[in-house]
């Protein structure tokens, strides 16, 4: 029954990238999917972690919340006259587990203008990231420890 869902899920995906309502794009989309999920049936693993809709919807507003921050600080940064820039790498360490929770928080991190994530470390305890302005290393750690890693634990864990 999951891969049946699936499957509308991506035939609907089908009809709104190649703009097609007609049953014969309809079916083409059904089968492309059913054959999709038919080679991958073996990879697919049951979701072993709780999903809490509300508390996805939150961290979705979050990230556009800081999306908006972020832009604001870095266009006034980029329309300055003289930039004070103080550009670095630091590292995170990660309170988050599994790899779904660590490549969530890395996307959001680079996804959020004035930070991107650079590397995961090999034991998987830390984070290195990029900021344009790397002035305060701490507060930048603390902002992530208390935005979006805390709002992923509470999503996911």
């Known amino acids: 029954m999951k891969f049946l869902w699936i499957n509308l899920v991506f035939t609907a995906i089908w ?8 049953v014969p794009n309809l079916l083409l989309g059904f ?11 073996r990879e697919l693993r049951p979701v072993t972690f709780p999903v809490r809709p509300l508390k996805i919807l939150l ?5 556009f ?4 921050v972020s832009a604001t600080k870095v266009a006034f940064m980029v329309v300055q006259p003289k930039m004070r820039l103080k550009p670095g790498i630091f590292s995170y360490p ?3 587990k599994s790899d779904f ?9 680079t996804l959020t203008p004035g930070t991107l994530s650079v590397d ?16 305060d290393p701490g ?12 709002r992923i634990k509470e999503a996911f864990e």
């Open 94 to 96: 990660l309170t988050v």
């Open 59 to 63: 961290l979705t507003a979050l990230f």
């Open 15 to 22: 009809a709104a990238i190649s703009g097609s309502l007609s």
């Open 31 to 41: 089968s492309v999917g059913a054959l999709s999920l038919w080679l991958i049936r």
């Open 101 to 109: 929770e660590i490549a969530l928080l890395a996307n959001l991190i």
């Open 65 to 68: 919340k800081e999306l908006a």
């Open 120 to 135: 995961v470390s090999e034991d998987r305890k830390t984070l290195y990231v990029h900021a344009l302005d790397c002035a």
């Open 139 to 150: 507060g930048l750690r603390r902002d992530i420890a208390n935005g979006f890693e805390r």
